[in-house]
């Protein structure tokens, strides 16, 4: 994951080439796709750990046309039980893709609070 971060960054060889070769739009999507491959994997670490999670409803959801490991990237609006509403890029599970109306679970991010982590369709 180190190593997709420097590379979407441009750092390096690897990354000054690959930003040059794909140019500037694609180079970001890239980056975007990387970000949202880090959420999804700290999302799982918190998971694991048992963190609370924050029941929600989802609002909207729009395929970016981006896959991480052939998994879908959406965009994901979400009203959760308090009334708060949420706005996320997420890699969701290509066999469960949220669809507007169903109950997904947040978990509030611990390095972030402000921010939130996609923890799957609600059971």
């Not at 609002?59 to 708060?84: M, S």
């Not at 066999?95 to 402000?114: C, E, F, K």
């Amino acid at each position: 994951m180190k190593q997709a971060e420097d590379i979407a960054a441009g750092k390096g060889l690897t990354g000054k080439l690959v930003k040059g070769l794909m140019g500037k739009d694609n180079a970001a999507r890239f980056g975007s796709a990387v970000d949202a491959a880090r959420h999804a994997q700290l999302g799982a670490q918190l998971q694991a750990q048992s963190l609370p999670q924050i029941g929600a409803t989802v609002t909207a959801l729009v395929d970016t046309g981006k896959l991480v490991n052939f998994d879908p990237v959406v965009d994901l609006q979400a009203r959760c039980d308090d009334g708060r509403t949420v706005q996320l890029q997420v890699v969701v599970s290509k066999l469960q893709v949220p669809q507007v109306g169903d109950r997904i679970n947040l978990m509030a991010n611990p390095s972030n609070p402000s921010e939130y982590l996609y923890a799957g369709l609600a059971r």
